[in-house]
């Protein structure tokens, strides 16, 4: 049985690997880097792939100047964007000093001075200052911090990927113009040419690689079922010595839960700029709780057993 479940493991994991090098060879970071962009294009903005496919010599100046102006536009839609999310983050992180009933009890009473300067530029002003002032004790105050972080979250993603769409595009830009200065006719034809070729190239990649993905995906999960279906039948074809597996899985889960229960949701100011939500805070934590306890468990029980060693030998 043992060697039937090894050959499985090793024949699923060998095709994923093997997957994974026939997609990987060839590609240098060069061409990840335009793989990516392309990917990028084609989920925001596909109809500059089809304008630049379509596009003659003669039509690129034209197809610069349309997305030179629409990224201009853009661009000042991205810095106005920011501001707010600026605005937003500052506002959070200024509330995540905010620790106990006291602490809560100055800033609500400086709330009106404080909201005038902070949210002078803001768009959305009655969404900060009506919200807060609905608040009305620390208890209450922790939860709105909670759903507060949840909606920067939204605001941060939002800007993150109009950012990097952006970025892609420029990049991709920035080629054609390259190309539409050239002044060899020859030249340029031969340049537009190559890239409109391998924008075709990635395209199709960008299909094998979605393929290729979810081939893996299955055959990970196909993996983990196999290897959790051979355990448990093992376990319960032998409960009785495997007695101390199970009793192991049951504290592990134990302690899993007791480090997310006691486990604080309060964002510090590094979780609020990587964007973490409270919950993911909590998993953290319970993640390092079980951790330190089965580092300072094994070591309790080394030692441990080298006194009970020490003393029969005596």
Known sequence: ???????????????????AVLFGFGFNQDSKDKFKNIVEIRANNPQMLTDLANATIETLPDFVTKYQEDLTARNAELKA????????????FHLGN???????????????????SMFALADDRDFFINGFNKVNSFSEFQRYFERLSADYEVVRQNFLVKASAIKAETTLLKQ???????????????????LQRNIRTFKSEARNFNLTLVLSYFLFFVT????????????????????????????????????YVTSSSELSPVMIKEGADPTTVRWVGAGMFVGYSVFFGTIAVIVGTMIINAIKNR
Not at 81 to 92: E, G, W
Not at 176 to 194: F, P, R
């Open 98 to 116: 905010i620790t106990n009933q006291e602490i809560f009890d100055k800033f609500k009473a400086d709330f009106p001075n404080y909201s005038r």
């Open 1 to 19: 049985m043992r060697k039937i479940i090894n050959i499985t493991i090793f024949a699923i994991a060998g095709l994923a690997v093997l997957l």
């Open 176 to 194: 054609v113009s390259d190309i539409n200065s050239a002044i060899s006719t020859v030249k340029k034809q031969y340049d537009l040419t190559e």
């Open 81 to 92: 964007l920011q501001k707010q999310r600026d605005i937003f983050y500052t506002f959070l």
């Open 224 to 259: 983990c079922a196999v290897m959790l279906f051979f355990l448990l039948w093992n376990i319960f074809a032998n409960i009785k010595s495997n007695m101390g597996i199970l009793m192991g899985i049951g504290v592990l889960i134990l302690l899993v839960i007791i480090g």
